[in-house]
Each structure stands twice: as C-alpha cells, then as structure tokens.
C-alpha cells in the first residue's frame, strides 16, 4: 500500500475517534453515566468488528495461533482502551472536545516518542532524532496555542 495512502488513513483514523468521542460523550451526558458510554462503544466494537472481520476475511481463523498468544494480550489492551474511552468521555464535557483532543493527542505523542525511542511494547525502535524533537515541540506548542484563551 503506497505511503500515501496508509497517512491518509492514519488521518481519517483520527476523525472518527473525534467523531466517536462527540457521540459518545454525548450518550455519556444523556445516561449520566460515562462509564456506560464505554460500555455500549465497547459492544457496539465487538458487533462491527466481527462483521468486518466475517467481510474481510471469509471466516476463515487460524486456530493454531490463539495458543501463541499471552494470556493477557486478550485483555490488556481492552482494559488501556476502556480507561482512555472513559477519560475522554469524562473530560469532554468540563473542557471541550478541541482541548480535550489536543491534550489527548499531546499525551499520545510524548508517549509514543519514548516507547518508540526504546522499542516499548515490542514495536519496532525509532530513533529520537532532532528532527523528531523539533517536530513534537512544534506540535506541544500548537496543543498550548490551541488551549490558550
């Protein structure tokens, strides 16, 4: 898949979680209860995700390869997923979906510098050049800008 193409996903990636997060925070709101806004996005994943995957992929699993996954790769990443829903769900409301995505996108970025400066997670090590510094300082500055009165 040409470069291209995989950024402008990446990039539409990041509209539907604003999207998704304009729902949700919405259901949030309605129920009183953030946490059930989780809940619901969290089903409704499972419900699409099982389409697409049935779509894409004919049904067709490699049973052999559940038994070479950790146990805790099947839960580990729900977990992370359903604190972060709950938090963006949570802070929407007190301080706006632009700072709260700024912000979000700020905590995404000085993490993923470092995880991918020491090759956390078992992702593949990218060097923290100066390039890359001066791009997420001018990114942090923007999220300060953007956060500004």
Not at 37 to 49: D, L, N, R, W
Not at 72 to 87: A, D, R, T, V
Not at 122 to 146: C, D, Q, W, Y
Request: glycine content about 10%; charged content about 10%.
């Amino acid at each position: 898949m040409k470069t291209e193409l995989i950024y402008l996903l990446a990039f539409l990636g990041g509209i539907f979680l604003a999207i998704q997060a304009g729902f949700n925070t919405q259901l949030g709101n309605i129920l009183k209860q953030p946490i059930l806004a989780v809940i619901s996005t969290s089903i409704a994943s499972v419900v699409f995700g099982v389409a697409l995957f049935v779509i894409l992929n004919k049904g067709n699993i490699q049973l052999q390869n559940f038994s070479q996954v950790p146990w805790y790769l099947w839960f580990i990443g729900g977990l992370f997923s359903m604190i972060g829903i709950f938090l963006y769900f949570y802070t929407i409301p007190k301080i706006g979906i632009s700072k709260m995505i700024a912000l979000g996108l700020c905590g995404q970025l000085i993490f993923s510098l470092i995880a991918g400066k020491y090759g956390w997670l078992n992702l593949p090590k990218e060097p923290l050049t100066a390039k890359r510094l001066a791009g997420a300082l001018a990114m942090i500055f923007g999220i300060i800008l953007i956060n500004s009165k």
